[in-house]
């Protein structure tokens, strides 16, 4: 299969209509050397690496990255980013994220972001420790309310989703879950709130393009090394979204 075929089968699958933020940076960044070029492994990573990541790229013989942040990208790398589109697509972040917390009666807190519902009820250390199930790995941001009530109630939003905590108040679940928060969790509003860690919230992407290109032949990894703004976060020995 061709780099450019591989392009066309991505789009079709995470649609830029599906984006939660339009303009934004979206598919290819730059013009791939070549569209007819082949495509046997492909490498997924929330964030571009650094020149230590692209060594591990190409010294590990991948094809094709695919980010999921716009930010920090490599024009000398065949890169296409999805961003909001892989948060809000059928089977994206969003949902994936609703299956994992089992929603009941789901609906979303605006647009195409997020989930809201009921949940079995739960203690904030059994929810927890459904994620750290899911995830294969402990959280790693805050956690904060009462030890021993019962959440009934949840929005999630993967990611930074700190940064829309007014829009996830107007659904008065009992239970905030987000990537990254925007401040103190005890501060949010939220009776119960639960913060996973940006980059581990949004690893699972890779199940979207696992879903498309492995039938194909094609083999797709995780990097094993995030980039973000602060340290490097290594996940090779992790069990996350394996």
């Not at 066309?8 to 699958?13: A, D, H, I, K, T």
């Not at 009462?146 to 659904?171: Q, W, Y």
């Amino acid at each position: 299969m061709t780099i450019g075929e591989v392009g066309r089968l991505l789009y079709e699958r995470i649609p830029v209509e599906d984006a939660w933020t339009q303009g934004e940076p979206y598919g290819w960044i730059g013009t791939p050397d070549g569209l007819a070029g082949p495509v046997n492994k492909v490498v997924y990573c929330v964030t571009s690496p650094n020149q230590e990541g692209v060594r591990f790229f190409r010294e590990s013989g991948f094809d094709l990255l695919v980010a999921h942040h716009p930010i920090n990208l490599n024009p000398h790398l065949p890169t296409m980013v999805f961003h909001t589109a892989l948060d809000c697509c059928r089977g994206g972040l969003n949902d994936q994220w609703r299956d994992i917390l089992q929603i009941k009666n789901a609906r979303h807190f605006d647009k195409n972001l997020g989930w809201y519902g009921k949940i079995e009820p739960l203690t904030l250390g059994q929810l927890v420790g459904r994620i750290e199930a899911a995830l294969g790995d402990e959280i790693q941001g805050q956690t904060f309310g009462p030890k021993n009530e019962f959440i009934k109630s949840v929005a999630v939003c993967s990611g930074l989703g700190g940064l829309v905590n007014s829009l996830a108040l107007k659904t008065r679940a009992d239970c905030y879950i987000v990537g990254e928060a925007a401040g103190v969790a005890a501060k949010a509003g939220f009776k119960f709130y639960i913060e996973i860690g940006h980059t581990l919230s949004e690893r699972m992407g890779v199940n979207v393009v696992r879903e498309v290109l492995t039938p194909h032949g094609i083999q797709v990894d995780l990097m094993p090394i995030e980039f973000e703004s602060w340290p490097a976060e290594t996940f090779g020995n992790r069990k996350s979204n394996d």
